[in-house]
Each structure stands twice: as structure tokens, then as C-alpha cells.
């Protein structure tokens, strides 16, 4: 099977998910208009029986019930009606996505997986084999945008990323991407190395400016986010990265559907919600007839140490804050990030001379909402001036990350490659 048909297969693979999720939604409206149409006819009956057992003024009274019953069992009827007639047309509509999907892989479907769940099972055959063939991938795309932190996964995915679009001969396709938080979120310097880092391959780099920031968010919501309500990801980065998206497919001009990579540095070993995900997979939020949108995670079975070994070997420019030991270059108080990271981040803050801390706890104190349920941003930076009063102030060398990670000679090697480059 050539990648056009693979590509041709998600796409139908998508709009049969659509037209099924489209024809279950009108099923339950129908069963609940039908329902509504058998309670009003109920109230009608019994308005109609109270107006005959009525007498006296109460019958003006009863007579006007029985009228507003008329209205809201033919206003009922009327939604019943149009609830059927798009539960008809999301059967058919369901069912020819079907067949065409049916029709499109039954060449191609001898010695693959098919089973009950034929439809998923269809799509996590044909993905899995687009992720073992990132150039041809690449050379289908219309646009690939490379979701960029600056953190060490974006790092190491970015320079598979354009490594391979170089071979394949499509830097002009990738778009790094980085959602700038502002200085009250992230660490400082972390949009000019995320330009950097882009700028190194050559690669167009668009900053997406997320106004306020993590506090800009919290002040306005008058709470913190959590890890079952992370709006902070939502607002503050995927939706202004799908703005960009529906830029990018508006500027290509294409006649044709669009096929739109995003890429995510996110990898297995993470977190077992990350586990979970897949390699490559249809983002099925944003794609539409306009574009086959692929969220694709390039670096997904790498360990922590294989990360930092690429880094180490490739003489890739990571942030400083990791040679102070903090684990991930999100938010400076991550609200997924545990206590130890967190009380190692607010005597980084100490050492850089940054309010961050101060700021934070004068917000918990404003809106009187915690950090995280389990405790506040005060009791962290309680804890650092514990340990700094039993250890002084935070210190830190050059290269530690990979000193911590990889050893002594691998982070010497890494700072004579840095200079060399420098
Ligand atoms: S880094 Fe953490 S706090 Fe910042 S946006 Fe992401 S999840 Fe939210």
C-alpha cells in the first residue's frame, strides 16, 4: 500500500468515526425529543381533563393551560419530526462513510488487522506503519509544526525532525512553534534558546504570545489549574497553536485537503497517562474536510537517559535550569510538578534573583485559593528556606544534567563540543 492510500484510508477512517459520532448524537436527541413529545401529549390530556371537571372563572384559568399545552405538544411534535429526519440522514450519511471506507481497504485488508473493532483496528495498523516511515511522512505533508518548549524532548525531537526533513528535502514544510508564557511563567531566556534551537537547522520559527501567562491565568480564574482541570495547557497553548493552524492551511491555498503534522515531544516513559498515547494518531479536534490533521510524538520510546545521550552526542544546546537539577523545563511552579521539584525551583528563583516565589504566594493570599490541594506554594517555599538555612543557597556547574545522568566524561565531552561550536 503506497502513503496516498494509507493517508486516504485515516481520512476515510475519520469521517466514518465523524459520521458515527454524528448519527449515536442524533439517536439520543431523537429518544429525548420523543420522550419530551410523550410528556406534553400527557400534560395535554390532563389540562384537557381539568378544564372539563373545571367551572367558574377557573375555567378561564384552565383554558389558557390547556392552550399552552397545545403549543408546547405541536412545538414538541415539530422537534420530533426534525430530530427523526437528521437521525435518517446521519444513518445514511454514517452508512456511506462506511462503505467507502469498506470499499477503500478491502484490497489492501488480506494479512491486517481487522477484528471487531475493524475501524480503530484499521487506523492503528495504517499508523503504525506511517510511524515506521518518518521521510515518507514528511514528504506527504503540506505543513509540519513542531511544538517546541525548548525543553529537552522538544530538543531532541526537533533534531530528529530536521535531520529528517533535510534527507527528505522539506525544511521549507516545518514551522517550530513556541508558546511563550512570559517571564511570570517560565524560567528566563527560554523563547530566545527555543529560537535558537530552530534558527541552529535553519527552520521558520513562530512565537505564540500567551498574554498573562500561568498567573495571568490563575488571577483572572481566581483559581489554580490541576492536573483533572489543566486548562492551563488548553488556553494558554493548544488553542492559540490551532489559530496558527487554520493560518497555516488558509496560506497553503490548496484545492485539496491538507495534511497537517503537528509534532509533540512527548514520550512514553513520562507518565502513565503518556504511556497511553500513540505514536502517531488522527486528531480528530482538528482535523475537518479542509485538513487530515496527524499528531505525531517522533521521540515517544526514548528514555529519559536516551534523551540526554542524544543531547550529550549531538552537542545540542539545552536550558540551564536543568544543570540546577529541575527535571522539566515547563512553567517555573509546573502545577503537575511535585513538591520536591517544586522547593527546588523556588531556590533556583533565589539563586537567579527572580520574584517568582513572592509573586506566587502573594496570588495564593489574593484569591484565596492553594496551589495544590494537598498543600500551598507558601509551605514550599517554607520548606526551601529550611533546607537553604541546612545548605546554603543552591549551586550548580555547567553540564550537570548530563553529569547526573551520563557521567563525568560524557559532560566534559558535551561543554569541549559547546566550546568548539561556540
Ligand atoms: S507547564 Fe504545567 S503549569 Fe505550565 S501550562 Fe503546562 S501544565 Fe500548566
Known amino acids: 500500500m503506497d502513503i496516498t492510500t494509507r493517508l486516504q484510508l485515516l481520512e476515510a477512517v475519520r469521517r466514518a468515526d465523524q459520521a458515527n459520532a454524528a448519527h449515536t448524537a442524533a439517536s439520543r436527541a431523537c429518544s429525548r425529543a420523543t420522550q419530551a413529545a410523550v410528556e406534553a401529549l400527557t400534560r395535554l390530556v390532563h389540562c384537557d381533563r381539568q378544564l372539563a371537571e373545571a367551572s367558574g372563572p377557573d375555567r378561564i384559568r384552565h383554558g389558557d393551560m390547556l392552550d399552552a399545552a397545545r403549543q408546547t405538544y405541536a412545538e414538541s411534535g415539530r422537534r420530533k419530526h426534525a430530530a427523526r429526519t437528521k437521525l435518517r440522514r446521519t444513518f445514511v450519511a454514517a452508512r456511506t462513510a462506511n462503505r467507502e471506507l469498506a470499499a477503500l481497504y478491502g484490497p489492501h485488508a488480506r494479512g491486517r488487522a481487522t477484528g471487531g473493532k ?124 490551532n489559530v496558527l493552524l487554520t493560518a497555516i492551511v488558509t496560506a497553503l491555498g490548496l484545492d485539496r485537503q491538507a495534511l497537517i503534522i503537528n509534532c509533540l515531544g512527548i514520550r512514553a516513559a513520562e507518565s502513565t497517562a503518556r504511556s497511553r498515547k500513540l505514536p502517531l494518531s488522527i486528531d480528530t479536534r482538528t482535523s475537518n474536510g479542509k485538513r487530515l490533521v496527524l499528531t505525531w510524538h517522533p521521540i515517544f520510546t526514548l528514555s529519559d537517559a536516551e534523551v540526554w545521550q542524544e543531547i550529550a552526542s549531538e552537542g545540542l544546546e539545552y536550558h540551564p535550569a536543568y544543570d540546577a537539577l529541575i527535571p522539566r523545563l515547563s512553567c517555573v511552579f509546573c502545577v503537575l510538578a511535585g513538591f520536591s521539584v517544586l522547593v527546588r525551583a523556588v531556590r533556583l528563583c533565589w539563586a537567579l534573583d527572580l520574584p517568582l516565589p513572592q509573586q506566587y504566594k502573594d496570588l495564593e493570599a489574593r484569591i484565596g485559593h492553594r496551589f495544590k490541594e494537598q498543600y500551598s506554594l507558601a509551605d514550599v517555599i517554607k520548606e526551601a528556606a529550611r533546607i537553604e538555612a541546612e545548605e546554603g543557597p543552591l549551586t550548580w556547574r555547567p553540564g550537570d544534567a548530563i553529569r547526573d545522568q551520563l557521567g563525568d566524561t560524557a559532560a566534559d565531552y558535551y561543554l569541549h563540543r559547546l566550546a568548539l561550536a561556540a
Open 118 to 241: 475493524r475501524r480503530s483496528a484499521v487506523a492503528a495498523s495504517v499508523l503504525d506503519e506511517l510511524a515506521a516511515m518518518p521521510l515518507d511522512l514528511i514528504r506527504a505533508a503540506d505543513a509540519i509544526l513542531v511544538h517546541s518548549s525548548a525543553g529537552k524532548d522538544s530538543l531532541v525531537m526537533l533534531h530528529r525532525l530536521a535531520t529528517w526533513a533535510a534527507q527528505a528535502g522539506c525544511k521549507d514544510k516545518v514551522v517550530v512553534v513556541h508558546c511563550d508564557l512570559g517571564d511570570t511563567s517560565e524560567w528566563p531566556g527560554v523563547r530566545e534558546l527555543a529560537q535558537r534551537q530552530a534558527e541552529r537547522y535553519g527552520l521558520r520559527f513562530v512565537a505564540i504570545d500567551a498574554d498573562g501567562g500561568l498567573l495571568g491565568l490563575v488571577e483572572k480564574r481566581g483559581m489554580f489549574p490541576d492536573a483533572t482541570r489543566r486548562l492551563c495547557t488548553s488556553t494558554l497553548k493548544r488553542d492559540k497553536a
